[in-house]
């Protein structure tokens, strides 16, 4: 894949802190460039200099016509208003241009889904319609995009993260054919210690292990001693994005934040829980770190394997060239439907992650319960939160009670106010950090996966995630919101109101930058 890099052996040699300064010396070098050729212009080339604006004129034009939300590209709007030459270049550097040039391009790609497969899927969605006829407008919708509705999948939901590495650990134990992983974060500790023993065995055996991991959320934690350790061990390994390759594309953020972890193709795991000590509260970062997952076991496993191996052939990786072989194996019986999907910034501006919220929201007749780390929503969201909560559902919106980043829980709160006039409530929960990323509605439908609710998750990510529709793993996942709100603090207008006048002067203007947050 084009856009998206992978580094082999011995390209992460050069230290986290080199690799940091040089991003900032090329950041540094860009700026100055740009703040130069402006000033030149301003001084020395009056005509040039008027060219510039009419043509950021039209630039500004042509990003209000593209998709996407007029409140993301009101930082664009500020900047070549202010700084005409300088909003131009940024824009061509780390804007749209940027974006188009270096985007993953799905040229190889899994291939498509038997028919018989599909069949099942829609014979699925059929029953759905009988069963919860409210919740076939989102399984279509879906299953359009390729993300096929599965019966026969036992959906079992894991309240903490000590729970779900744990068990993480011991399906990979038990491993036989091959163990795929796909984090975020894979941080060197107690636990990875542990789990790394167990992959290299595993791989000595003759078992397929596979590693994708973000090199952002590692550029501090995992060590390139760890990574040819592993290749030695006969590990594939591949790295997410190398941020020193491309300046314009650690500004932008592309990151791999999806959290896939598939055992023989009949057990599966997502949710918000990344591979570090803190996950399992094993150290303490930010009080007691609050996080969720889900097991698929049975014919839905594929959805998740299945992203998995997409992104593995895309990066450089060479899969069976019987997909049948990382298919489930066992089957399982048990009540419900459930739709693993995907999402990434090379689907702008048709990402299904931030569709499927506005669905569930709308959808939500009687109460409508959310938990997320970081709330940076854009304006279809919040608009339609407000309408949900003025049409008297019970609308609660759980989020962290010690966030891990200020300026974005600052931002977050600049929400507030609007949120508690339409009759929403929140929570925040005073243990610790909430890193959870749920939703729930009427006790009918569930989402458990690694988006978060803002503009990093909706737009730059790749993400990942299920929908679960009428399983019993529902309950299980509102009772742990029930737990959730009685160790929060229920947050008032009055109080709101009371939050300092700094606050009240930041909030606003960190809000434009909510699209670097």
Known sequence: MKGFQIQQKGERRISAALRIMLVIFLLAVQIALVVAISYFMQEYLALAYAVVQVAALFLAIRIYNEPGELSYKLIWFILLLLAPPVGMILWFLWGGAAQKRHLPQNGKRVPDEPESVRKRSALAVERLTRQLPGWSRTANYLCRRDFQLYQDTRVTYLPEGALLLRELIEQAKKAERFIFLEYFILAEGRLWSELEKILCAKAHEGVEVKIIFDDFGNIKRFRGETIDRLRDAGVEVFIFNPVHEYVNRLYFNYRDHRKIACFDGDVAYTGGVNIADE????????????????????????????????????????????????????????????????????????????????????????????????????????????????????????????????????????????????????????????????????????????????????????ECGVMVYGAPMIESLLEDMDAIVDQSHLVTAEEWAKRSVVRRVLEPLLRLFAIWM
């Open 279 to 462: 996950y399992a509260n094993l150290i303490e970062r930010f009080g007691y770190w609050k996080d969720s997952g889900v097991r698929l076991e049975g014919d839905g496993t594929w959805g998740l394997t299945a992203s998995f191996i997409h992104m593995c052939i895309n990066i450089g990786g060479v899969m069976h060239n019987e997909h049948d072989y990382y298919r489930p194996h066992t089957p399982v019986r048990s009540e419900g439907f459930c739709q693993p999907f995907t999402d990434g910034p090379q689907n702008n501006p048709d990402n299904p992650a931030e569709d499927v919220f506005l669905q569930m929201i709308s959808s939500a007749r009687r109460f409508l319960y959310i938990t997320t780390p970081y709330f940076i929503p854009d304006e279809s969201v919040m608009r339609t939160l407000c309408i949900a909560g003025d049409g008297g559902v019970d609308v609660r919106l759980m989020l962290p009670g010690k966030p891990d980043h200020w300026y974005a829980d600052w931002v977050a709160e600049s929400y507030f106010g609007n949120l508690l006039a339409h009759g929403v409530k929140i929570y925040r929960y005073t243990p610790g950090f909430l890193h959870a990323k749920s939703i729930m509605v009427d006790r009918e439908a569930a989402f458990v996966g690694s988006v978060n609710m803002d503009y990093r998750s909706f737009e730059l990510h790749c």
